[in-house]
């Protein structure tokens, strides 16, 4: 199978990801499938970041430890990654400013002999290694006029010249037979997911690795049909999405774990009052500020249980593109039909990579929640057999709403009367009914792998690409729930039946997803666990489970 | 043609006999059902309320309402406000709520100088948490949690309002019904972020009528230009809360910008808009 990974470094601002991009557009262009990691300190200048692009002749949502070729704008991208390179591979540097074995370009020189700025030097760097891999350049030309908005003329220029540089191509690779497809980022799957679905609203306060789902809609505004708020705090965030919500307008929300921990009044006020409340949590590494651009999968009990008294929820985990789309708009779907609280739950590792995205759009549209037929005297909590109550917005002619946090009766008006307080307690929690029905027709527990295969690799959210490489090359099965609450325990129980043992792989200290699991009567017989913040790469996961299975 | 009677819910009042809530009550009934006979449409009105004494008027008027939770009464109301610009929405808050709580949304409101009415039950104490110090109760007020008497000076919220932004800044007292009819329906008829602070006193825990009867004057068109914020601010001093003969009470500031919906929606409506075609947008990422 053709594949290839590509790791570039160099220094805060020395524009890398970009440059990162440009390279997984190019191979993209050429056939090949895509996974990107991005991996930078919370800093703006210094620090070293670097990505990973990996390419591969099939779909992959996973990096390898091992790459092929190093590009180095400086010396730290040397040091830290030359034990990553393959036998066979190559570092590609910047002589003037880097001591390494492998091919050295002095790139701030064609830089500066064009007249061009020393970000350009990445222009150099891509020049140079779309020679090493034999691209057309007409490839590497139509990529830059495509990505690079300012001074076109130059940058192509600059990467003609280092593309002429490289005399022998040596790492040639295969053009593919295969149509690019769209890269997208997980945050960037989750806004288009909710507008599918009739997003009108987002609300969110800035807090990685959830700011890019706000930077991406408030771009394309227009495009999408969607109002963004920036607001004071995520505080602020929650309460003015209820009350959009309240006034009919499909609203989301999205934080981190940080900021999310401020919504809980307001998440604990959405199932009180029955306000559909759909919230992106993109997690990150903590407790508390921990570790701000790293991954964590520490976040599930904490939305599973958030918010004081007892109300009904749904939380979704994507582990891929597609997932992030797919939950996206299946989460504001629910919220609106059941009248509660739903939740994307990816982290770092799915928001900001990136993946080649195929998906049959048309699976998300908008559904609305049960309206108001406008007959006879309104009532916000009519107590119906399915515990759902017909919505109506304000300014309808004949309709007063009124909702409130306080226990209520059918009007909205409070009450602390005992029997008016069971009936509606009973009347919140049962729509868990309804909504158990319609979760059974979709496939809430995803399986991988050899489905025959006695050994199970049990994850859920991000892990998934790497579990499912790993399982292909061990002949295991991977079993991943894409719902974790309502825990689907019925889907599981049937995935996991035949099952001799189950290995749960998660990216935090506890095991919080074995742990959820173990409640239901699943015996988990081993547990690889990562609590570095950093995701598992394919080769790191192998070497676990192959020890775990000697 | 509504009257404020029918007005009215079946929800049973629970405020003290001479809670200056009732006045409160009866303004904003009566100043809503004038509007009504100006033209506006009560169904689109909706108020928003907190927790607190203050709070239960959300319960006691028969139009759209969203009770919300202790000091959250602008976000609601911002959301509300933008999602359906064409809605009328008017906050209930009470002090502890307006100014302690949640003091960071008021300011903000008042920044962006949305388009929405925001009154202040201010009765200076927590009525339903039985009686602590607020951020306006004056300094060394013995609260049931400051027994030894409060250690704190109070925040002038009129003061507060006008340098944080907001457009129409007025003060009003149960007292004087008639004025605060005029000013909430003034408040509501003014575009952008219009703030009422509401002098209303608590009977059982903290009874000013008589600090109040004996102090409070009617500020004029005759004798304050409400259209200059430097004579505001001098006129926001003559009480802070605590020091001070004379109690000014009326409209202090009022001026003219654009809304923060005008300058965030430029004509969009949230609630009515459809979404776009991801396709395009999709496409540009190959
Ligand atoms: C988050 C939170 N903290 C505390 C309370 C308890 N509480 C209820 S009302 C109130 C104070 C009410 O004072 P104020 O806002 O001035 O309203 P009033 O009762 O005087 O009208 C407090 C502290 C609460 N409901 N929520
Ligand atoms: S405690 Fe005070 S504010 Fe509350 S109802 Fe009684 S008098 Fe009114």
């Known amino acids: 199978m053709e594949e290839i990974s590509i790791l570039i470094g160099g220094k805060a601002g020395d ?120 691209l057309e350049w007409s490839v590497l030309e139509r990529d830059i006029k495509g990505s690079i908005g300012k001074e076109v003329e130059l940058n192509l220029q600059i990467a003609r010249h280092a593309y002429d540089r490289i005399e022998t191509p040596l790492k040639p690779l295969q053009k593919l037979d295969q149509k690019p497809l769209p890269l997208v980022t997980g945050n960037e799957a989750i806004a288009l997911g909710a507008v599918k679905a009739g997003l009108n609203m987002y609300i969110a306060y800035p807090m990685t690795p959830a700011s890019a789902i706000l930077h991406y809609l408030a771009e394309h505004e227009n495009e999408l049909g969607v109002v963004t708020v920036h607001p004071e705090s995520e505080i602020g965030v929650a309460l003015m999405a209820l009350g959009s919500a309240y006034a009919g307008a499909r609203t989301m929300v999205g934080t981190s774990g940080g900021g999310f921990a401020l919504m809980t009044e307001a998440l604990s006020l959405a199932g009180q009052s029955e306000i559909p409340m759909v919230i992106a949590e993109c997690q990150r590494a903590g407790p508390s500020t921990g570790v701000p651009t790293y991954t964590m999968q520490a976040d599930l009990n904490f939305v599973i249980n958030a918010g004081h008294g007892e109300f009904l929820r749904v939380v979704l985990a994507p582990g891929d593109a597609e997932e992030a789309f797919y939950t996206a708009g299946l989460a504001l779907n629910l919220a609106w039909k059941y009248q509660i609280p739903t939740f994307v739950l990816s982290d770092k590792h799915v928001s900001e990579s990136i993946f080649s995205f195929e998906f049959d759009l048309d699976r998300v549209k908008p559904e609305n929640g049960l309206l108001w037929d406008g007959r006879g005297e309104y009532k916000r909590y009519l107590d119906t057999e399915s515990g759902i109550s017909p919505l109506a917005f304000p300014g309808n002619p004949d309709a007063i709403v009124k909702v409130t946090s306080y226990e209520h009766d059918e009007n909205g008006i409070t009450t602390e009367e005992p029997g008016q307080i069971a009936r509606m307690q009973k009347k919140r929690l049962r729509k868990r009914k309804a909504l158990a029905d319609e979760l059974n027709k979709y496939d809430t527990v995803n399986i991988y792998g050899n489905p025959e295969s006695k050994t199970a690799l049990l994850c859920w959210g991000s892990t998934k690409g790497a579990c499912i490489e790993v399982a292909e090359m061990l002949d295991l099965k991977v079993v991943k729930p894409l719902m974790l609450e309502p825990l689907p325990v019925e889907p599981l129980k049937k995935a996991l039946s035949g099952v001799e043992k189950i290995i749960d792989v998660e990216v935090n200290a506890t095991g919080q997803l074995a742990k959820l699991v173990a409640g239901q009567g699943f015996c988990i017989d081993d547990m690889i666990l990562r609590l570095d913040a950093r995701p598992f790469t394919v080769d790191d996961l192998l070497g676990n489970v192959k020890e775990v299975l000697s | 043609m509504t009257t404020p009677k029918e007005l009215g819910t079946y929800a049973q009042n629970t405020w003290c006999p001479g809670c200056g809530n009732f006045g409160i009550l009866a303004s904003i009934k009566k100043a809503l059902a004038d509007l009504e006979n100006d033209g506006l449409d009560l169904n689109k009105v909706a108020i928003v309320s907190g927790i607190g004494c203050h709070a239960k008027i959300a319960d006691y008027i028969n139009v759209n309402s969203f009770y919300s939770i202790h000091g959250r009464v602008p976000p609601p109301m911002t959301g509300i406000k933008l999602a359906n610009p064409d809605l009328t929405v008017i906050g209930h808050a009470g002090d502890g709520d307006a100014y302690g709580e949640g003091i960071e949304h008021l300011i903000f409101s008042a920044k ?10 201010n009765n200076r104490i927590y009525g339903l948490t039985t ?55 003034a408040a509501i008829n003014h575009k952008g972020f219009s703030f009422i602070d509401v002098l209303q006193p608590c009977f059982t825990f903290f009874n000013t009528y008589d600090y109040y009867n004996e102090r409070v004057y009617e ?30 009470i009326g409209l202090f500031y009022q001026v003219k910008k654009p809304t923060y919906g005008e300058r965030l929606l430029a004509g969009r409506v949230p609630v009515r808009l459809t979404p776009g075609d991801i396709r395009p947008v999709l496409e540009k990422h190959i």
């Open chain 1, 15 to 134: 524009g890398t990801r970009q440059a990162g991009h440009v390279i997984a557009s190019l191979l993209n262009r050429i056939g090949y499938r895509i996974f990107f990691y991005d991996d930078y300190p919370s800093l703006i200048r210094g620090g070293h970041n670097f990505s990973i692009v990996r390419a591969s002749e099939k779909r992959i949502g996973a990096h390898k430890n091992t790459v092929d070729i190093i590009i180095a704008l400086d010396q730290n991208t040397v040091e830290n990654h030359k034990n990553r390179l393959n036998a066979d591979g190559i570092i590609l540097y910047d002589s003037k400013k880097v001591e390494a074995q492998g091919l050295g370009i002095d790139f701030m020189d064609i830089v500066k002999e064009f007249g061009g700025k020393p970000i350009m030097r990445n222009t150099a760097a891509i020049g140079a290694l779309a020679g090493i891999l034999n």
């Open chain 2, 112 to 121: 962006r100088n949305i388009d929405m009415t925001f009154i202040v039950h």
């Open chain 2, 131 to 185: 009686g602590q110090f607020t951020p306006t109760s004056p300094s060394g007020f013995k609260g049931r949690s400051t027994p030894k008497g409060s250690p704190e000076d109070p925040l002038n919220p009129v003061e507060l309002m006008i340098s944080a932004g907001a457009t129409f800044v007025a003060r009003g007292y149960t007292k004087n019904m008639k004025q605060l009819q005029s000013l909430i329906k």
């Open chain 2, 219 to 248: 500020l004029t068109e005759q004798d304050h230009d409400a259209s200059d914020r430097n004579l505001a601010f001098v006129k926001a001093r003559e009480w802070a809360y605590g020091e001070g003969e004379r109690i000014p």
